[in-house]
């Protein structure tokens, strides 16, 4: 069979009439009428997205306001500018693919997976270019506080942006958890390369890099219970004890 | 008039409180919907309660429809969720998680009453779930490709990808079951 005749067939498939009784659209109307108000459209994705991204950049400077400057100090011109610059193209794909898992058939650029692995490696690309040090001192014992440092700055900046989005709506909470961890990791990141003194290749490319990954897998973590929770909560009102 | 503009232009008047326009959408709506749940439950009660439970996400969350933007992939991504959730929680109740994977991954395994009372539902049997659902949207709805990567979030390449073997698994089904040109409502 060609695909023309199974279009035909399915076409003529698909007009069988609907018997949905006029009884049930009017039980749905009714339902909906009491509570009938006028509400507010979301902004514009570039309005939230620009919003995430502030978010992020505030939550990066609080922190190294905190703790110093030393790290950006410490880079060269070129260094500055390429690396805010790839933190900041990357934060606003990661905003704007945020803002798309929050409203429903939104149109979606790069899938959450595809972010994660499109964003841990141009970071790896840029710190690879950059940074030419290739001595590792005290790799585990600096690092393992650089990566806890990154992910415990990911961590507010991604529930600021999720505070940002709450009027959204997730059709798949996994993915929009993934989205807001990758881009509270970009922050962490952010925080470090501000601080972060030590600009060795195997440091920054290992445990700056690692905590969009990690975040993102702690993003992805919370989704998960979330739709997990919200289904044992029904599971148990649909069949109480 | 277009229709999907006139969706839109429905969906605005509906953020602004007049029933008018909800109920219109609900009478424009719902049959599209129904048969979506229908093509996909394991019963005709199942099909209204999630059709009954879509409104009311909908309604929920009418704020993050924006205008300009296409209004059916915003249905439909409501229902495709509210749809996995029903599933998953019944599921959890009865057989556990394994078997949502599985059933996402293998043709539909019940045959339900419904398979029996309708010809596209019929055909669409041997489908697997995600491709029943791409199939549904583009010949039921007659949303486009991109309408339809929109509403299961995913890229076009990836529904063309899905209708594409879902072609070639109907194709063998209906050829081995002789299946002619002008028949309709079912496999011979």
């Known amino acids: ?241 | 008039m277009d229709p999907d503009s006139n969706l839109e232009a429905l969906m605005a008047r509906y953020q602004q409180g007049d029933f008018g326009a909800v109920t219109d959408l609900i009478e424009r709506i719902s049959p599209q919907l129904h048969r979506f749940f229908l093509a996909q439950s394991q019963s005709r009660t199942d099909a209204d309660d999630l059709l009954q439970e879509t409104w009311l996400r909908i309604h929920k969350v009418r704020h993050t429809y924006r205008p300009g933007e296409p209004a059916l992939p915003w249905f439909y991504a409501i229902a495709r969720h509210v749809r996995i959730d029903h599933y998953r929680k019944s599921l959890r109740t009865a057989v556990g998680e394994r078997q949502l994977e599985a059933m996402s991954q293998e043709p539909a395994s019940f045959a339900n009453e419904s398979d029996h009372a309708d010809g596209l539902n019929a055909l669409l049997a041997p489908l697997s779930e995600s491709q029943r659902e791409v199939i549904e949207m583009l010949k039921v709805a007659g949303m486009s490709l991109e309408e339809v990567a929109r509403a299961t979030s995913s890229s076009v390449g990836s529904v063309k990808q899905k209708v594409h073997r879902a072609y070639e698994k109907l194709r063998e089904t209906m050829s081995a079951a002789g299946f002619r040109r002008g028949q309709r409502g079912g496999l011979s």
């Open chain 1, 1 to 241: 069979m060609k695909d023309e005749e199974i279009d035909d067939v399915l076409t003529k498939a698909a007009r069988a009439p609907n018997d949905l009784t006029p009884q049930m659209l009017q039980r749905v109307a009714d339902s909906i009428k009491p509570s009938l108000d006028p509400v507010r459209p979301l902004p514009p994705t570039w309005v939230l997205a620009g919003g995430l991204v502030m978010v992020c950049a505030a939550v990066s400077l609080a922190g190294a306001a905190r703790a110093g400057f030393t790290g950006f100090a410490k880079m060269d011109l070129l260094e500055r500018v390429l690396v805010f610059l790839a933190l900041v193209l990357l934060a606003w794909v990661a905003a704007s693919e945020f803002v798309n898992t929050m409203i429903p058939g939104s149109r979606r650029r790069i899938s959450p997976g595809a972010l994660l692995g499109f964003g841990s490696f141009a970071l790896l690309g840029v710190f690879g270019f950059l940074f030419r040090d290739y001595q590792t001192d005290h790799f585990f014992s600096i690092g393992i506080v650089c990566l806890l440092t990154g992910f415990l700055h990911a961590i507010p900046a991604a529930l600021l942006g999720w505070l940002l989005l709450r009027r959204g709506f997730a059709v798949n909470s996994i993915s929009a958890g993934l989205v807001a961890g990758v881009l509270g990791g970009l922050a962490g990141v952010g925080v470090l390369e501000l601080h972060c003194p030590n600009l060795q290749a195997a440091h920054v490319l290992v445990w700056h890099t690692a905590v969009v990954p990690l975040s993102g897998a702690a993003g992805a973590l919370v989704g998960w219970t979330l739709r997990f929770r919200a289904g044992s909560s029904a599971g148990e009102r649909a069949n109480p004890k």
